[in-house]
């Protein structure tokens, strides 16, 4: 089971991302999907609180519109190039996953 982070686990997380790539993704229904994204950062510790950019009428951001959920997926330098199809992982409480990447999807 996974658990929702404190401020002080938040903090931790957003000192390792000092820049580089995060897939964002999200699921409504049976229908999931992600995007590769390097516009994320945190805005705030109280509420945990952190902002990604992405395009209007997208279909990530359809899909979290209508499914009201996304996880943040950070990428380690052995996934750059890589097509993340395929690696789709376990969904937490309907939040997909990619497998191999750390992700905190209750931010």
């Known amino acids: 089971m996974h658990k929702t982070l404190d ?3 938040f903090r931790k997380v957003m000192a390792r991302f000092v820049t580089g790539v995060t897939i964002v993704t999200s699921r409504a229904g049976e229908e999931v999907h992600g995007m ?3 516009a994320f950062c945190s805005i705030s510790i109280a509420p945990l609180t952190v902002m990604v ?3 209007k009428n997208s279909r990530t951001e359809r899909l ?3 499914g009201r959920v996304f996880a ?3 990428k380690s330098f052995r996934w750059l190039g890589l097509d993340h199809g395929g690696y ?3 969904h937490f ?3 997909p996953s990619l497998r ?3 992700t905190h999807e209750n931010l």
């Open 88 to 90: 789709w992982g376990a």
């Open 64 to 66: 979290i519109e209508k």
């Open 100 to 102: 191999g990447l750390q």
């Open 93 to 95: 409480r309907g939040k």
């Open 72 to 74: 943040v997926n950070v």
């Open 7 to 9: 401020s002080a686990q």
């Open 36 to 38: 590769t994204c390097n």
């Open 53 to 55: 950019c992405l395009t």
